[in-house]
């Protein structure tokens, strides 16, 4: 059985997880918990730079970050999440792009905000906001559409994470999205699954 080292709180090991659960193996893939500023955690060994999620194979081979790991799952489901007509399959990756760079600009924030504050810079974080705002913005006037793909579920696991560390603040701002998210939920339990109280 496939061993995925995760943390709870990860919008990428999330995104991993939501997926093996759509494509049908969740239940073939144990779930272990790994702390990624403990220098002695075996999750050292398993991937040098020490980031969940990763993806520990039967034969010991590992595999990460969550792309890669998410496209494992999708090839051995049969494609089903990463669309086969080259069109199709840009605009599910682009999308995916968009939800790991929500994620990206996220974490940065958070981890800025955990400096010291004599350390801490508000233009970093007003940049990074600026991102989150400009993505969020496009996705309200533009919500994912069509059948679930590994987009969807990135732009999906990207909002969770807004939800979990920043309150969902954005939710006040991008109704289509809320709708779109509530939409995505109901949908797909594993989101709901997922969520981290």
């Known amino acids: 059985m496939p061993i995925l080292r995760y943390s709870a709180a990860s919008p990428y090991a999330r995104k991993c997880r939501i997926v093996a659960e759509l494509l049908g193996l969740g239940a073939s ?28 194979l039967d034969s010991g081979e590992t595999i990460y970050d969550s792309r890669v790991i998410c496209e494992y799952f999708d090839l051995l489901a049969g494609g089903k999440l990463i669309p086969h007509d080259p069109a199709e399959r840009i605009a599910a990756l682009t999308l995916q792009s968009l939800g790991d760079g929500m994620n990206d600009a996220a974490l940065l924030i958070r981890y800025e905000a955990t400096r010291p504050q004599a350390l801490r810079s508000a233009d970093w974080i007003a940049l990074q906001t600026g991102k989150l705002d400009c993505a969020l ?20 696991a990207a909002l969770g994470y807004l939800d979990l560390r920043f309150e969902g603040a ?20 594993a989101f709901e699954a997922t969520r981290v109280a």
């Open 137 to 156: 913005a496009a996705l309200d006037a533009a919500p994912p559409a069509g059948p679930v793909t590994i987009g969807h579920v990135a732009v999906a």
């Open 170 to 189: 954005w939710r006040a701002k991008y109704p289509a999205l809320l709708a779109w998210l509530d939409a995505f939920s109901r949908e797909v339990p």
């Open 29 to 56: 893939v144990e779930l272990v918990g790994a702390d990624t500023t403990n220098p002695d955690d075996s999750l050292r060994a398993q991937n040098p730079l020490g980031k969940v999620p990763t993806l520990i």
